[in-house]
């Protein structure tokens, strides 16, 4: 099997997640239920787990971090906390459903920064446009379809010059690109522990500057007189039990990612796409999304002329290469760049491939369309 489907879910990871995972289970109880060995080791596991967040990440305090079930959780919470009905929130235009959908949910009028493929001045530009009409701006760091990487730290200084509050999504870009929470400025920043970061799936990490408004209770292990949750992070968005094999999980990811360093993961995995996008670039009927190197992350897009899209990725899965095709979760990022109609075709790399799968990718490709001819 050659696995490019890492923008959905890292599924090669590195060998100690597993083992982590398989010990928590096997010697850790919950975190705040008790003072017996099993519990305050879980709870020294989790803890350990924030303070390797706060480090990688940037985050003043490790309590400022918010363990959650995924991305689109943490982003829900964001939202929860900071959007009332008919709040005005500027996007850009790559956007995913995480984002929109809690938005819609929550009766925010949406602004859009429309702009360009791999156009950072223009992205910029965009929001500059609009960003005065907001009370809320909310953005991705990277495009989970093209893997464009979108001018953040530009982006947040406009939110801090003009003191509108900012939501980061850093679902593509925790683990290969540099997240720096204190620097951007950000009220919330929310990030998965199953694609970039190499932890399980059922982990995320929501980085908060403000405490916010929770969006589910429950018993927090902490002021169990109180019959409202607790004013104070990171027990007042962790209602119920913790995911402490999944943190467990998450902690060796990290490590791993901390270890390697995210500027050297994401050099390895734009050497996969280059390789990628020069085995591809002369196949006929082949349409390729790339933008200049320092615009783009692992992530490489593509169509094929008459072929319907989730027909090619089918004929690709059949020969053990794991693509993800249509429109990824994130009708608005085609709509930008003009691929709304049909979707695409969708590689992404990880540290774990080889330039030999990535090879074997491109010959597969290479021979379809010649059987289309």
Same mark, same amino acid.
């Given at each position: 099997?050659?696995?490019l489907?890492? #923008?959905?879910? +890292? $599924? !090669?990871? &590195?060998?100690e997640?597993?083992r982590?995972?398989l010990r928590?289970m096997q010697?850790?109880?919950?975190?705040?239920?008790?003072?017996?060995r099993?519990?305050?080791?879980?709870?020294?596991?989790?803890f350990?787990c924030?303070e390797?967040?706060?480090?990688l990440?940037h985050?003043p305090?490790?309590?400022?971090?918010?363990f959650t079930?995924n991305?689109?959780?943490?982003?829900?919470i #964001?939202v929860? +906390? $900071? !959007?009332? &009905?008919?709040m005005?929130?500027?996007?850009?235009?790559?956007e995913?459903?995480?984002v929109?959908r809690?938005l819609?949910k929550?009766g925010?009028?949406?602004l859009?920064?429309c702009s360009?493929?791999f156009?950072?001045?223009?992205c910029?530009?965009?929001?500059?446009?609009?960003?005065d009409r907001?009370g809320?701006?909310?953005c991705?760091m990277?495009?989970?379809?093209?893997?464009?990487?979108?001018?953040?730290?530009r982006?947040?200084?406009l939110?801090?010059?003009?003191h509108?509050?900012?939501?980061v999504?850093?679902?593509?870009a925790?683990?290969?690109l540099?997240?720096?929470f204190a620097g951007l400025g950000a009220?919330?920043l929310a990030m998965?522990?199953h694609?970039?970061?190499?932890?399980p799936?059922?982990?995320g990490?929501l980085?908060?500057?403000e405490?916010?408004i929770?969006?589910?209770?429950?018993?927090?292990?902490s002021?169990s007189?109180l019959?409202e949750?607790?004013?104070?992070?990171?027990?007042?968005?962790?209602?119920?039990t913790h995911n402490?094999?999944?943190?467990?999980g998450?902690l060796a990811?990290?490590?791993?990612v901390e270890?390697r360093?995210?500027?050297?993961?994401?050099?390895?995995e734009?050497?996969?796409?280059?390789?990628?996008?020069?085995g591809?670039s002369?196949v006929?009927?082949?349409?390729?999304?790339c933008g200049p190197?320092?615009?783009?992350s692992?992530v490489l897009?593509f169509?094929m002329r008459g072929?319907?899209?989730?027909e090619a990725?089918r004929r690709?899965s059949?020969?053990g290469?794991c693509l993800?095709?249509?429109?990824?979760?994130?009708?608005?990022?085609?709509?930008?760049?003009?691929?709304?109609e049909?979707?695409?075709?969708?590689a992404?790399f990880?540290?774990f491939?080889?330039?030999e799968?990535?090879?074997?990718f491109c010959a597969?490709?290479?021979?379809?369309s010649c059987?289309?001819?």
């Amino acid at each position: 099997m050659i696995y490019l489907d890492n #923008a959905a879910t +890292s $599924l !090669v990871k &590195p060998a100690e997640v597993g083992r982590e995972m398989l010990r928590a289970m096997q010697t850790c109880a919950s975190p705040g239920r008790g003072g017996h060995r099993a519990a305050m080791r879980a709870s020294e596991l989790v803890f350990r787990c924030r303070e390797k967040a706060a480090a990688l990440f940037h985050v003043p305090e490790p309590e400022n971090v918010v363990f959650t079930m995924n991305a689109t959780h943490a982003l829900n919470i #964001a939202v929860n +906390s $900071l !959007v009332s &009905p008919g709040m005005r929130v500027l996007i850009s235009g790559y956007e995913h459903n995480a984002v929109t959908r809690p938005l819609k949910k929550a009766g925010a009028e949406i602004l859009t920064a429309c702009s360009p493929l791999f156009d950072e001045e223009a992205c910029l530009h965009a929001f500059g446009e609009q960003i005065d009409r907001a009370g809320l701006v909310v953005c991705t760091m990277v495009s989970n379809v093209f893997g464009f990487i979108l001018p953040i730290h530009r982006i947040a200084a406009l939110c801090r010059d003009r003191h509108i509050p900012l939501i980061v999504d850093a679902s593509q870009a925790a683990g290969t690109l540099d997240v720096d929470f204190a620097g951007l400025g950000a009220a919330f920043l929310a990030m998965p522990g199953h694609k970039g970061l190499f932890g399980p799936q059922g982990t995320g990490l929501l980085l908060c500057e403000e405490s916010g408004i929770p969006l589910i209770a429950g018993g927090s292990g902490s002021d169990s007189i109180l019959q409202e949750m607790p004013d104070y992070l990171p027990d007042r968005h962790e209602a119920g039990t913790h995911n402490v094999p999944g943190i467990a999980g998450l902690l060796a990811g990290m490590t791993y990612v901390e270890q390697r360093t995210p500027a050297a993961i994401l050099e390895e995995e734009r050497a996969l796409l280059r390789c990628a996008a020069d085995g591809l670039s002369d196949v006929k009927g082949v349409e390729l999304f790339c933008g200049p190197q320092e615009t783009q992350s692992g992530v490489l897009s593509f169509r094929m002329r008459g072929m319907d899209c989730d027909e090619a990725a089918r004929r690709l899965s059949e020969q053990g290469i794991c693509l993800r095709s249509g429109l990824h979760c994130a009708p608005l990022a085609h709509r930008s760049a003009e691929t709304l109609e049909t979707g695409t075709i969708r590689a992404s790399f990880s540290p774990f491939l080889t330039r030999e799968e990535i090879l074997r990718f491109c010959a597969a490709v290479r021979e379809m369309s010649c059987g289309m001819r």
